[in-house]
């Protein structure tokens, strides 16, 4: 696969071989005394997260500072860097970046002469192609410029496949060049006889690829024609086409290297040549195989479907870049850990043509590790790395290593373990530190289990809840063990932060979970400020643990100024907060402080303009209501802290101390409800609110009741017998006054 994938594996390949070559040094294993080995020495941070499925998180950095064995002669300052991103772009797209360049350091050219140093600021050159995927395979077409003025032109344009199934890959190449022949140091009879011998050097070319890839790759044209030759200069045009399986080419050309390298060795007694070891034959066979496998898997999982490749020489300040971008379709995770592992069998190969300088014990190492890394499994699409190195005019060389979210699986974490405690014994480096931390999903948390025997071998330098940093030096990881728990934070990917701030003279460790990057943390009178940052579009999530006795009433949350959900709940000595947010850089506040609960009473129906007016609302401040009794009134209130509503708080309502109705508050912090008075008294309502444990009240309002006289039973019954009684003494008189009248007649 052509991209910066394969060239990473290569490079990942080369730093491991690098360092199993360094431990092939040493005479011991772990459990005897370390020899330490004298070479490059290495600094830096590297982080391993270790998670509850078993992968592994790698980012940080390492630099490594060589000294040459002798001063040299003259060395040029000079830097290069290559710097490749994995973005993820929709569904199974992922968009590959990278850059790269090399160049003096300023004033590294001053020692050259002048005339050498104004030929580089003239020279132009560039290359460039774009490249898309067909059913034959990726296609690209580019062209180049090389260009120094009256020296040397040469412009062309070339095209390539890279075939797949029985498609034949192809290059085809053409250009346009110009010489002239006092700057070239040539005459137009050196021209002529090169155009002239040129058939015959195509002839000797395209023996030698035929026969070293036994025919797979074929050179169809081959030609340099004049266009022009002049008395100064010389107009040429060059015809390149070759086709074939590259693959199978490279792979039969692997294979005959033995016997190419046992015609160049020079005779031994007898005039006989001396035989190549039949394991060194067998080695290259492997690494033929392998070719052959790349070829077959180099497009299985991932395809690129488009993209762009540029070069250039920059003649003001004398660098040279390079730029690209691929788009690839597919699981580009699983393309690169095949890849991957046939790189490792291919060095497994290359162990064997070592065996016998670095001794077997240490061949059986390097292998034990290549095995891990062929084991493992890989994921590359949301990672990057860069690689730089600067030379001084001592001829000092420092290269720096960084690498963000390149994730691994080893089949055993015991192996990885054992495999760090080797290097930490053969080849310490002080300077060199590595954090080990527990990775989590929302559900599972690692644990990784430090003993007591651990630490009386090795201490770390920094230690938190769930990570700890050790110098590379004599470390008895072979004991770590690795546990899975339950998250208690419910935040996935977290990174824990303990953050002691001081609240009224006191202070108190506030314990912080969030998958975000936690850039600072501020004290405020009554809470705190975090600023989070990380991947714009993101899910963040935020869980955080403040003693109760620090605070000092409810808490809210906002972010960015405005208000922010969050769930809370409570332990024995403590409360949390959990928050979720879209990334992006973010100013999150944590406050508390006493609501304030703000209640009002109104006779019901009226119209909610005027309940809002202070002629019918009636607070403490405002004389009492008086209702008849068995009617309802409107009770209708607000809940704030600092100013700001409180949504979806459960509200009790109180009649004289007793909670009779319950509401939740909307988004602006308010309540309403009514209430039915029955009897003839004067009721005391307030409002009750809880934030967990703590209670908070507002100021009662009261109300009084009546009963109409007409309503009043004992009344009616007085009225009744006074009628009664009226109307019997009517009666009376009246029976008394008609007897009367009788009796005078």
């Known amino acids: 696969m052509r991209s910066g994938v394969k060239i990473l594996g290569i490079l990942m390949m080369m730093l491991l071989l690098q360092s199993t070559m360094i431990t092939c040094l040493a005479e011991q294993h772990p459990p005897k005394i370390p020899v330490r080995v004298e070479g490059p020495t290495a600094s830096g941070d590297v982080r391993l997260r270790i998670y509850p499925g078993g992968w592994i998180r790698v980012s940080g950095y390492i630099s490594i500072s060589e000294r040459p064995a002798e001063e040299p002669a003259a060395a040029i300052p000079h830097h290069t860097s290559y710097e490749c991103r994995y973005e993820p772009i929709s569904g199974d797209m992922v968009l590959m970046r990278c850059r790269g360049e090399i160049g003096p350091e300023p004033g590294g050219l001053e020692d050259l002469p002048e005339e050498f140093r104004g030929r580089l600021g003239e020279l132009k050159l560039s290359i460039g192609y774009v490249e898309k995927f067909t059913r034959s395979g990726p296609a690209y077409d580019g062209v180049f410029t090389i260009f120094v003025p009256e020296t040397l032109h040469i412009n062309g344009s070339f095209k390539a496949l890279d075939g797949i199934g029985p498609m034949e890959s192809s290059l085809r190449l053409h250009a346009n060049i110009t010489l002239w022949y006092s700057e070239l140091n040539m005459t137009r009879a050196d021209v002529e006889q090169l155009v002239k011998q040129f058939p015959s050097v195509k002839g000797f070319v395209v023996a030698l690829i035929e026969k070293l890839t036994e025919g797979e790759v074929r050179i169809s044209d081959l ?38 390298l046992k015609y160049t060795k020079p005779p031994i007694e007898g005039g006989f040549k001396p035989e190549i070891p039949p394991e060194v034959v067998e080695a290259f066979r492997g690494i033929a195989k392998y070719v052959r496998e790349l070829r077959d898997v180099r497009y299985e999982y991932a395809v690129p479907m488009s993209g762009n490749f540029s070069a250039s020489w920059n003649g003001v300040d004398t660098i040279f870049r390079i730029n690209s971008s691929t788009i690839y379709k597919g699981d580009l995770d699983k393309q690169f850990t095949e890849i991957l592992r046939i790189e490792c069998r291919m060095l497994e190969e290359v162990l064997r043509l070592m065996s016998r300088e670095v001794g077997e014990e240490q061949a059986e190492t390097m292998e034990k590790i290549l095995d891990l890394a062929i084991k493992s499994e890989y994921r590359f699409s949301e990672s990057g790395f860069k690689v730089s190195t600067k030379m001084n005019e001592l001829g000092e060389t420092v290269t720096e290593l960084r690498f963000r979210d390149l994730w691994v699986k080893p089949e055993d974490l015991k192996e990885l373990f054992w495999m760090i405690e080797y290097i930490s014994r053969v080849s310490p480096q002080e300077d060199l530190h590595l954090t080990m931390e527990s990775g989590a999903t929302q559900d599972k948390l690692t644990l990784i289990k430090i003993s007591p025997e651990i630490l009386s071998a090795a201490k770390p330098i920094r230690e938190t809840r769930y990570s700890s940093t050790w110098k590379l030096f004599n470390l008895p990881f072979r004991k770590l063990e690795v546990e899975v728990s339950e998250n208690p934070w419910r935040v996935a990917d977290l990174n824990y932060t303990e953050y002691r701030a001081e609240f009224k003279g006191v202070e108190h460790v506030i314990e912080v979970a969030s998958n975000s990057t936690i850039a600072s943390i501020k004290p405020l009178t009554n809470g705190l400020e975090i600023l989070v940052s990380g991947r714009a579009g993101r899910l963040g999530a935020m869980n955080l643990t403040i003693p109760k006795n620090a605070v000092d009433g409810a808490i809210v949350a906002a972010m960015d100024g405005r208000p922010l959900k969050a769930r809370m709940g409570m332990s024995e000595d ?118 967990l444990d703590r209670e908070f009240y507002g100021e009662p309002v009261k109300v009084r009741t009546y009963i109409p006289i007409y309503q009043k039973p004992l009344l009616v019954m007085m009225i009744a017998v006074v009628a009664v009684v009226a109307m019997i003494a009517v009666l009376i008189i009246w029976r008394t006054r008609r007897i009367l009248s009788q009796i005078k007649a």
């Open 223 to 260: 030609a340099l024609k004049p266009v022009e030759i002049g008395d100064e200069r010389a107009e040429l045009k060059l015809l390149f086409e070759s086709r074939g399986d590259f693959y199978e080419g490279l792979a039969r050309f692997v294979e005959k290297l033995p016997e190419f």
């Open 574 to 691: 403590r409360y949390w907060i959990y928050l979720t947010y879209i990334h992006s850089l973010r100013k999150i506040r944590i406050l508390w402080a006493k609501p304030e609960i703000t209640i009002m009473v109104a006779e019901r129906g009226k119209p909610a303009s005027q309940l809002e007016g202070p002629k019918v609302c009636h607070g403490a401040s405002i004389a009492e209501l008086t209702i008849r009794a068995g009617e309802e009134v409107e009770v209708l209130g607000w809940i704030t802290v600092l100013g700001r509503p409180l949504e979806g708080v459960k509200v009790d309502i109180l009649l004289d101390g007793v909670p009779v109705k319950s509401i939740t508050t909307s988004a602006n912090g308010s309540f309403r409800m009514p209430i039915k008075l029955e009897g003839e008294k004067t009721y005391e309502i307030n409002a009750r609110c809880k934030f």
